[in-house]
């Protein structure tokens, strides 16, 4: 097979960084070897995805056609494959993993499970939308907003901070999707900015207050169709049905809660390499080929409406820029979904 130019360079890239990876590597970085083979990429690499299953089928299908790789993917959900790699351990056969939020890859890496990303795919990545540990980096972000029904929410009406829904005034008039890692990312958030105490009473207010659906798709159709009004969703819900007939989404508007507050978080899809990878060339090259401007490209164009994480990819011209929604600064690496599944367990929502 004849490798592209890109592949070449991606290799002797991977070649650097491991004759130039120190003890005294900087936290921003990766604090390993970045790969242990930095062969151009081959064979076949086994993803264990639970990102949006078109997205990753479309970056899996352009790595193949640039490389020859093969790609098998295990599509399921955040917390079940993040458990999954937990408990196959060393002995698990996959080579990499994609989730949707954030604790679930932590999972996985405080489980010691990944081998650190080569330099040059986390330099692709600004640092906002990466783990301190340069274990994985992320792949794609998505923005908490409050849906609302204007017919049933004013605009004067509207929260200013998601904090503010455990206020009784809001006892029976928002909704949400708890059983969600979705939602579970972003009381993750919650517990990493306000601690364990704020988010345990927050959460106890919600029991009382909030409407449970399953699926954020659900909170967004009960909030159009009038059952209730407003609902704690992500952004592509919205833009998603709006691409489409807008049938679930005609009647809803979106309310962005924006000055660093919980209710702003910016959730970041993750990427890793396990160290059980039989092809960790392979498995760190696709890792930047989803990073890098061709895979995130792909992602600005498709149909899940994720914000792109690479410098040099904008986002869809239909969503807020980024940059305006003035999301917390969150270390991704800091998000427990143990903790979090603990607390929510104890409110009575899982």
């Known amino acids: 097979m004849i490798l592209t130019r890109k592949w070449a360079m991606i290799a002797a890239l991977g070649t650097a960084t491991l004759l130039g990876a120190t003890a005294c590597a900087s936290p921003d970085a990766a604090s390993g070897p970045a790969s242990t083979d930095a062969a151009t990429p081959s064979g076949s690499i086994t993803v264990y995805n639970a990102q949006h299953e078109e997205l990753t089928q479309a970056w899996a299908d352009e790595f193949t056609k640039e490389t020859g790789v093969t790609v098998v993917l295990r599509n399921g959900d955040d917390s079940e494959l993040g458990n999954q790699l937990v408990q196959e351990g060393s002995a698990s056969k996959a080579d990499v993993f994609l989730t949707e939020n954030s604790p679930a890859i932590s999972l996985v890496d405080n489980a010691g499970l990944f081998s650190p990303v080569d330099d040059a795919t986390l330099a692709q990545v600004p640092k906002q939308f990466r783990p301190s540990t340069g274990t994985w980096t992320g792949i794609a972000a998505r923005s908490t907003v409050f849906a609302y029904n204007p017919s049933l929410l004013s605009e004067s009406e509207l929260p200013a901070s998601l904090l503010n829904l455990a206020d009784p005034a809001w006892k029976g008039r928002w909704a949400a999707s708890p059983s969600g890692a979705d939602f579970q990312a972003i009381v993750s958030a919650l517990l990493e900015l306000k601690g364990e105490k704020a988010t345990s009473d927050w959460l106890a207010a919600m029991k009382d207050n909030a409407v449970v659906y399953k699926g954020n798709s659900t909170v967004m159709k009960a909030v159009n169709a009038g059952e209730i009004?407003?609902?704690?969703?992500?952004?592509?819900?919205?833009?998603?049905?709006?691409?489409?007939?807008?049938?679930?989404?005609?009647?809803?508007?979106?309310?962005?809660?924006?000055n660093q507050d919980p209710g702003a978080f910016v959730s970041v899809s993750g990427g890793g390499v396990l160290k059980t990878s039989a092809n960790p060339a392979a498995a760190q090259a696709f890792l930047a080929f989803v990073t890098g401007k061709a895979g995130q490209e792909i992602l600005k164009t498709g149909t899940s409406f994720e914000y792109p994480v690479s410098a040099d990819v904008d986002a869809n011209p239909k969503l807020v820029p980024i940059s305006e929604l003035e999301a917390p600064d969150i270390d991704p690496a800091n998000l427990n979904s143990t903790k979090v599944t603990e607390l929510m367990t104890q409110a009575g929502f899982l």
Not at 242 to 247: L, V
């Open 229 to 258: 009004p407003a609902g704690v969703i992500y952004h592509y819900y919205w833009f998603g049905d709006q691409a489409g007939t807008g049938e679930n989404s005609s009647n809803t508007k979106m309310h962005y809660f924006k």
